[in-house]
């Protein structure tokens, strides 16, 4: 019939593939629904892989977060692009339902003309203290993400005149080429400060600090996404490019393991830090990390009254953190949330009476002005987010980080999926939604009746509860004492009691350090 109808040509090829394809099908020994239905049962496979995007176009409410809602990620795009962000028609909040949390409002509300909002971050031993805004990127390391994107944060860094975390993946050409400020993070790999072996290279750390596009510098404990969790870039995955901002060799793996090796102490930490201060010609020194045992981070505390040797900030990483791809069980259910662990640090600083002393930084999907401001009240002095920036240079939430087949460019080092990415496009963006987010910032502290938004205090939150009362949050989460920790004053939420069992020379509990 072909001779006659030509199309009937085409059509024994396309049959003729699908009975090639059953017959596999029906041998192949991986997959038990295609050895049942053959050809068919891949429709099952087809539809799994796109169930992401149909639930996120199709089925879920503008509140559903997964991880963020709708609602969330048009906020960043609208500010990000300039748009109209504003809402007709009212709240689709359910007010009287428990959970939901409002600011109280002044009848004499302010007015700032610069929403330009600062904090200075550097401690009595600082000689080279940073002026930060209040909104900065948080740690993401190129290698996670395309040349193209980092580019684009930098750039938006530089324009918006805030900074930048470099991830613990290292300083790339491309943090440096756009100039933006840059807060050099070293992991437990040092990449970028190592020595042949994975060691720290004290020399080799200083040279990178000495740089004056670094303004801070971060040791990352721990990390909100998977906290005690180390990591594995293959060797097949590392570029020239990557190997030459992590200081590692090609054709080996890399490796990042779960601890550190420079320290194994809290006395230990502390000299460390005291170290890189020293190296860093007095730039500000400090850490970040995801609480856990909080026992832990009271030994580090003991550990600064011991030596002396105070950070001069402190990150704090929710587990609700997610730029890092981690096991189902880290990312579900290890860590500590951002809110409990922001008020555990900022009252432990309190009670040991060196909290002037020390800055906070908090993080954990703050990608709105309430959010941030609702840190700032917990006692966070400045915030940062990874997600939200990815949102502004154009993260459609695809959730394919780790396939390295990230449909917009950020995600991937696959050259034809990063050139999608326009750098110029997107770094405007990225200081447009800095700019944005902080004006609407400053409105909420106007609104608020306050002079800055750092005079935000707990109590200027409201709660609802499961009984659908409404209460206080600083009766949630009260400010403890200056000094508590070091008087005899009793304590009703348990600090002095795990205080007690903290050891500045151990992280091991009091039971196994005998």
């Known amino acids: 019939m072909g001779f006659w109808i030509p199309w009937v040509f085409i059509l024994c090829l396309g049959f003729g593939a699908l009975s090639v394809l059953g017959f596999r099908d029906l041998q192949q020994p991986r997959h038990s629904i295609l050895r049942n239905y053959p050809v068919l049962g891949h429709m099952r496979f087809l539809f799994e892989g796109i169930r992401p995007e149909i639930r996120q176009y199709l089925i879920e409410s503008d509140q559903d977060e997964q991880p963020f809602s709708r609602e969330q990620r048009s906020l960043v795009y609208q500010r990000a692009k300039g748009e109209e962000d504003k809402r007709p028609f009212g709240t689709q909040e359910a007010v009287y339902e428990a959970g939901y949390s409002w600011l109280t409002h002044s009848v004499q509300p302010t007015h700032f003309d610069d929403n330009d909002f600062r904090v200075m971050?550097?401690?009595?031993?600082?000689?080279?203290?940073?002026?930060?805004?209040?909104?900065?990127?948080?740690?993401?390391?190129?290698?996670?993400?395309?040349?193209?994107?980092?580019?684009?944060?930098?750039?938006?860094?530089?324009?918006?005149?805030?900074?930048?975390?470099?991830?613990?993946?290292?300083?790339?050409?491309?943090?440096?080429?756009?100039?933006?400020?840059?807060?050099?993070?070293?992991?437990?790999?040092?990449?970028?400060?190592?020595?042949?072996?994975?060691?720290?290279?004290?020399?080799?750390?200083?040279?990178?600090?000495?740089?004056?596009?670094?303004?801070?510098?971060?040791?990352?404990?721990?990390?909100?996404?998977?906290?005690?969790h180390g990591g594995m870039l293959p060797a097949s995955k590392i570029t020239p490019e990557i190997a030459e901002a992590r200081g590692v060799p090609m054709g080996i793996d890399c490796v990042s393991p779960a601890a550190h090796s420079a320290f194994s102490n809290p006395i230990e930490l502390m000299e460390f830090l005291g170290l890189l201060r020293e190296k860093s010609g007095g730039k500000p020194v400090g850490f970040k990390l995801c609480i856990g045992h909080r026992r832990e981070f009271m030994c580090m505390v003991k550990a600064m009254l011991e030596t002396g040797i105070v950070p001069d900030f402190i990150v704090v990483d929710g587990t609700e953190g997610g730029t890092g791809a981690a096991p189902l069980e880290f990312a579900n259910h290890v860590g500590m949330p951002m809110v409990e662990g922001l008020t555990f640090v900022h009252n432990t600083l309190r009670g040991a009476g060196i909290r002037d002393q020390v800055k906070i930084g908090a993080a954990g999907k703050l990608v709105s002005a309430f959010d941030i401001a609702r840190a700032l009240s917990l006692g966070a002095d400045w915030c940062n987010s990874a997600r939200g920036y990815m949102f502004a240079i154009g993260c459609i939430q695809a959730q394919?980080?780790?396939?390295?087949?990230?449909?917009?460019?950020?995600?991937?080092?696959?050259?034809?999926?990063?050139?999608?990415?326009?750098?110029?496009?997107?770094?405007?963006?990225?200081?447009?939604?800095?700019?944005?987010?902080?004006?609407?910032?400053?409105?909420?502290?106007?609104?608020?009746?306050?002079?800055?938004?750092?005079?935000?205090?707990?109590?200027?939150?409201?709660?609802?509860?499961?009984?659908?009362?409404?209460?206080?949050?600083?009766?949630?989460?009260?400010?403890?004492?200056?000094?508590?920790?070091?008087?005899?004053?009793?304590?009703?939420?348990?600090?002095k009691e795990r205080w007690a069992r903290a050891n500045a020379h151990s992280f091991a509990p009091p039971e196994a350090a005998r």
């Open 121 to 228: 971050i550097g401690g009595p031993d600082c000689k080279q203290p940073y002026s930060a805004s209040l909104y900065n990127i948080s740690a993401m390391s190129f290698g996670s993400l395309s040349a193209n994107a980092i580019l684009a944060l930098n750039t938006g860094a530089k324009m918006g005149g805030f900074a930048h975390d470099t991830g613990e993946g290292g300083i790339s050409r491309y943090h440096r080429e756009p100039g933006g400020d840059l807060i050099y993070e070293i992991g437990s790999g040092y990449f970028g400060c190592r020595n042949d072996d994975g060691s720290f290279n004290p020399d080799k750390f200083a040279e990178q600090a000495a740089s004056d596009q670094v303004k801070m510098i971060e040791v990352k404990l721990s990390q909100g996404a998977k906290p005690g």
């Open 400 to 495: 394919a980080c780790h396939t390295n087949h990230c449909p917009v460019g950020v995600a991937t080092q696959d050259p034809l999926r990063a050139r999608a990415l326009d750098v110029g496009n997107k770094s405007q963006r990225v200081a447009r939604f800095h700019d944005n987010t902080l004006k609407a910032l400053g409105e909420m502290a106007g609104a608020a009746g306050l002079k800055n938004p750092c005079e935000f205090l707990p109590y200027h939150f409201m709660a609802r509860r499961s009984d659908g009362q409404m209460t206080e949050a600083a009766d949630v989460y009260t400010y403890m004492p200056e000094g508590f920790l070091l008087d005899d004053s009793p304590d009703e939420h348990g600090y």
